[in-house]
């Protein structure tokens, strides 16, 4: 398997797991998420039932109480235990729900720790086939394999060679060179000029002398 399918594999699992944790917290009060551990209940949804099993759990305390107030058998002491035992399923919901927001929670920095750990595993292997880390003034220049195959260096590009152009100073005594890859050249300024790689010039016994 190739870098670049490890790094596109492990970018498409980090966006499938935040599009799964986006739908567990902003997920409609009857939508349930579907992940590789089982079925998972939105937040809505939790809080929905939990407010409904409160609703039904009080609606039937009520009931029991018109009932037994209505039979003249319950005296107040009875009602103020039933009210207590409401407000026992009422803090026993916001405790399901509040483990439960703790838990989407932990599940997302679970998720977030997991993606910083594929993020740092693509930089180590990029680091471990010798990929060159610093682009700054590498424009134009192509990847080349090193000649000891122990990594990759930049190398420049024969689509984009090197210009020469000679003139002379402005008194005629010195002959000047420019050279440059990215400037824009006007070959009309100059007395000769060429095009080229890795070229170099001397004067040697009153000649200039061209070495590759």
């Known amino acids: 398997m190739s870098l670049q399918t490890d790094l596109h594999n492990a970018v498409a699992q980090v966006v499938s797991d935040s599009t799964l944790l986006h739908n567990v917290i902003h997920g409609t009060s009857t939508q349930t998420v579907s992940t590789l551990g089982g079925a998972v209940s939105s937040v809505a949804k939790l809080i929905h039932d939990a407010d409904v099993r409160i609703n039904v759990s009080a609606e039937g305390i009520l009931a029991q109480s018109q009932a037994q107030a209505q039979q003249a058998l319950m005296s107040a002491e009875l009602a103020s235990e039933e009210a207590d035992r ?33 993020l740092q595993q693509v930089v180590s292997r990029l680091q471990a086939v010798g990929i060159p880390d610093v682009l700054s003034g590498a424009h134009g220049m ?65 000649g200039l002398e061209m070495s590759l």
């Open 142 to 206: 192509l990847l080349k394999v090193k000649s000891d195959e122990s990594g990759y260096e930049l190398v420049n590009t024969a689509a984009l060679p090197r210009f020469y152009g000679f003139s002379l100073s402005s008194d005629g005594s010195e002959l000047l060179l420019t050279q440059g890859r990215e400037d824009v050249f006007d070959a009309t300024s100059y007395a000769s000029w060429m095009v080229g790689e890795g070229l170099t010039f001397s004067i040697q016994r009153n």
């Open 86 to 118: 409401a407000q026992q399923v009422a803090a026993k919901g916001v405790t399901s729900t509040t483990f439960v927001l703790e838990q989407v929670q932990a599940s997302g920095n679970q998720i977030l720790t997991d993606a910083e750990s594929v």
